[in-house]
């Protein structure tokens, strides 16, 4: 009989000329490993690989009242994981189908409010429950056994021991004689499924189609209101002053990219106008409209100086000239504030002629210098 060597680090007899064998004891072929049943194989595999059995512990006997109860402790907790993988899909995408009130808006209360609390909460419980659900199975169903094993290179021999050991623990899961618990298995893991891919759902209905970082709550006929609400009339403002103005739509004064300075020009500073090319029209008399959100860093440019006609913001002293289109004249900014073009209404109010014709604010991805 031939023996061959199966210490660590060799190929258990593999790399040479015969038959396919990985035993010091005793040579298999192929087909001789075949005809062995998977108990036999698992067993084999296991005396050849050097396993020492310590202790067995078999877990519960098949239709105990023990068994019974913890099928049912674990049922209940991988259903409830699929239950709350629902809910999280619920409030991703059903929001609006079951709650009629739901707004995009920032709220302090309301289901808006509560939207990503929600999805964390209910992909947190989820994720929770699919640990502990595991762990509930695999301590109390599942057999167990501490075993002391020298590990090797594997051969022919190896791989299907090695399976026959595999199937050998599906098989001693006892997951295809209790149904309950593939059941609940079954709709947790749909549930997963469907929660890990609502993310996705943006690829498929994008919600930033349209170029929404280039687009505020400006529109045509939209009125230039105060942060009270209230709307501006031509002559409501002294020459050389300014006013911060919101759009009249719900939550104008709380959008952080709407806030547009309404300027009234003195006449001297008329006369010295120079609009930017193609924004000729985009004033209403002596009034010039601009985006309050400097194009450097997004601080709020407010501070007015009427004599020399320029525009500071706070945080970095860029400097921009009213009377050149709000042109960067001093600082780190490169890029105008955006004009927005205004008119009045019917009722003489002043309104937006349409948004802005670029984005506010610090578009770093816009590197043209103008």
Request: hydrophobic residues 35%; negative net charge; charged residues 20%.
């Amino acid at each position: 009989m031939t023996t061959h060597d199966t210490r660590p680090g060799s190929s258990g007899g593999a790399d040479t000329p015969g038959p396919l064998y990985g035993g010091p004891d005793e040579d298999y072929t192929p087909e001789q490993l075949a005809a062995m049943p998977r108990e036999d194989l698992d067993r084999l595999g296991a005396r050849y690989d050097g396993v020492e059995i310590l202790h067995v512990d078999p877990g519960p006997e098949p239709g105990s009242r023990m068994e019974k109860r913890a099928i049912r402790q674990v049922g209940l907790v991988f259903t409830l994981a699929g239950l709350f993988a629902f809910a999280f899909v619920v409030v991703y995408i059903g929001s609006g189908w079951f709650f009629p009130d739901w707004q995009w808006e920032v709220t302090d209360r309301g289901w808006s409010a509560l939207f990503t609390p929600l999805l964390g909460l209910t992909m947190g419980l989820s994720l929770f429950l699919v640990g502990v659900g595991l762990v509930l199975y695999t301590k109390k169903l599942l057999p167990h056994e501490t075993a002391v094993q020298d590990k090797h290179d594997g051969s022919h021999f190896d791989r299907v021991t090695t399976g026959a050991t595999l199937v050998g623990g599906l098989h001693n899961s006892g997951l295809a004689r209790r149904k309950l618990i593939t059941r609940s298995l079954g709709f947790m893991g749909g549930g997963l499924g469907l929660m890990l891919l609502m993310p996705l759902g943006g690829l498929i209905n994008n919600p930033n189609t349209g170029n929404p970082l280039g687009r505020t709550a400006w529109a045509e006929g939209v009125r230039l209101v105060r942060n009270d609400g209230s709307p501006i009339r031509p002559g409501d403002q002294e020459p050389g002053s300014l006013e911060t103005v919101f759009p009249a739509v719900p939550g104008g004064n709380r959008q952080s990219d709407a806030a547009t300075m309404l300027i009234r020009l003195r006449p001297a500073q008329l006369a010295e106008a120079r609009p930017r090319e193609g924004q000729d029209d985009f004033g209403y008399g002596d009034y010039v409209a601009y985006s309050k959100i400097c194009t450097h860093a997004g601080c709020p440019v407010s501070l007015y100086e009427q004599e020399t006609s320029r525009i500071l913001c706070p945080c970095h002293q860029s400097q921009f000239d009213v009377t050149q289109g709000a042109k960067p004249v001093f600082g780190p900014a490169t890029r105008s504030l955006p004009q927005l073009p205004i008119t009045v209404d019917d009722e003489g109010y002043f309104v937006a002629r349409a948004d802005y014709p670029e984005a506010v604010g610090p578009t770093y991805w816009n590197r043209e210098r103008i």
